[in-house]
């Protein structure tokens, strides 16, 4: 048994500093459209070792991380990716066409957006498949930086009005695509949202000037689904009358967002909840379920720096909580292979009818990434946890058009329920994260990144203690 939606990323918040509206408020004389293009390529490769951490396979006869043989320390991986975007803009700059496609090296050409933008006198008019995206992105996150993958979409139409320094939108959401685990029908969304935000430009002038800037938001979302198409059932038999489940999910997100920042100071945060029932969990066609599964997640996040961002020095504390839910396996992503979860695996269903009817592990967006190995690769996502995160990073040396610069991270996570890990210890592990970085101002990156693991008590086997893990990376990219 899977749980059905990932339910914290269905809130459908329309991201108003996408939406540029001195941009397209401006006159346009040309007697053609004008187009913008924007492009970013990237490749990437790792040497990733003992990311099983050597304790051994869990009850249910698997690894931690997939390896090719019991005896294989060392697995290297590769990827290229070319990402290009186009924005078509009217004669007289009151509406946009916004286009995005990847092109990754396994050949796969991927659509990621498309949708346009209308000036009206009420606002801003938006409709189409489109970025989601609120606050620091622990919930629903685009996915722009260039080393992110894939990122929140969501088929949209929406108004985005801005009044008295406030952006107020509303939005409706059909067949979000966000949550990625269902096929056919997906769940619906209805949200409103006020945001005060200053663009990137804004707030650097400001913060030359010694102001100081506070922008804030909030979103309230209603989800809803009547029926839907189990993916593992289309998969199995892609018919031309697939079987149609009731699902009858209701469900309410709330989330909050605040930025504080100063000339050398930023400190941002942001809170979601979310309460939710579906009335039939059962991905069989055929079984019914008596039972309703239940939902009360909260997640939230912190970030802070003491540092101009375009300063030489700069240091903080970030920290994190996702709610747990005590079924076995952190549930970050449960499919019917891993249904029957057994205490001691790493992942599966937080919901077990007929004895368990409630999912209540709050999942962080794969692409919030705190870290390189533990929530990143092996667990998936930030779920089940709360982490404590002390970073740096200085500028070492000017050189040509550009800089190199070194970070450093630690990352200190504990489970919120024991009885989730594969050892049921509480402890996850501490992480070390540094690289070095040469960047220039046009765009171009080359980045050699290095962390190790050291396992807690947590992940130890029955025979086996776990065994710290490290990985080495390198990234080369371009951004146009």
Known sequence: MKALIVLAVIAGVAHADDVDLQAMSTADDSPWPT????????????????????????????????????????????????????????????????????VTDDGSVDLRRAYGELLTPLGVLVAGRMPNQFGLGIAANSGDCLDCDGGATSNRVGLVTPVRGYFVAAALDLASTATGQLAGSQPHAATLAIVRMHG???????????????????????????????????????????????????????????????????????????????EQPSLVPGLLLREPVQATQLGAALESELGAPDGPYGAGVDAGY????????????PTLANAAAQPGDLDGSQARPPTDHRIDNFRFDPNYRIDRILFHQIIGTVTDAVYVRPHARARLLELGPGTIGASVAAIASWAIEPTSTPSGQRRLGLELDSDLAYRTRDGFVARIAHAVLLPGPAFDGPMLPARPAQTIELLVGYAL
Do not use: C
């Open 200 to 278: 990137d430009a804004v707030r650097a002038i400001r913060r030359r000037g010694g102001r100081t800037t506070v922008d804030f938001g909030g979103a309230l979302a209603y989800v809803w689904q009547d029926s839907d198409t189990p993916a593992e059932y289309l998969l199995a038999d892609p018919g031309p009358d697939p079987a149609t489940m009731h699902r009858g999910l209701d469900g309410v997100v709330g989330s909050s967002w605040l930025r504080f920042e100063q000339r050398a100071l930023r400190i941002e945060a942001e809170a979601d909840v979310v309460a939710a029932g579906i």
């Open 35 to 102: 187009l913008e293009l924007g492009a970013a390529a990237r490749a990437r490769a790792g040497y990733l070792y003992n990311f099983d951490l050597d304790r051994g396979l869990t009850p249910s006869g698997q690894p931690l991380f997939p390896v090719p043989d019991e005896s294989a320390q060392a697995i290297a991986v590769r990827d290229l990716r070319l990402r290009g975007d186009l924005t078509v803009r009217s004669r007289g700059g009151t509406m946009d066409l916004k286009l995005r496609l990847d």
């Open 322 to 333: 996702a709610s747990g839910d005590p079924a076995p396996g952190f549930g970050a992503f």
